[in-house]
């Protein structure tokens, strides 16, 4: 784990889920006290969803073949596309990655694939 990270996310219902998340080298002072905090509480929290998710392949939510570890970070790539790639979306999708449009559309459809996963 490194050092320090940067957190920068969102609250979805009661648990915090992450827009994106950049590794940084140490600084001084109260910023890395800060940081390296950032990182235990982000690292408590990836294992809080990997457990939750290893509970649902369990309960036959989704195929046991999947590794949790690997869903758990292929669900964060595809949430984060549109933020992390947005020219990606204007050339693929020729939407604009800001609009409520694309975001719904987006949504959806990342809806159906987690649904397909579930069969």
Do not use: K, N
């Not at 549109?82 to 020219?87: Q, T």
Request: net charge positive; aromatic share 6%; glycine share 6%.
């Amino acid at each position: 784990m490194p050092r320090s990270c940067v957190l920068a996310g969102r609250r979805v219902g009661r648990r915090r889920h992450l827009a994106a998340i950049a590794c940084l080298s140490p600084s001084r002072g109260l910023g890395r006290f800060r940081r390296r905090l950032s990182c235990r509480r982000l690292s408590d929290d990836m294992r809080r969803d990997l457990d939750d998710l290893r509970r649902r392949q369990a309960d036959g939510e989704f195929p046991a073949d999947l590794d949790p570890a690997c869903l758990l970070l292929a669900l964060f790539a595809v949430t984060s596309a549109g933020v992390a790639f947005p020219h990606l979306v204007r050339a693929i999708c020729g939407a604009d990655p800001a609009s409520e449009e694309f975001t719904e559309h987006y949504a959806e459809q990342i809806r159906r694939l987690v649904a397909h996963l579930r069969r």
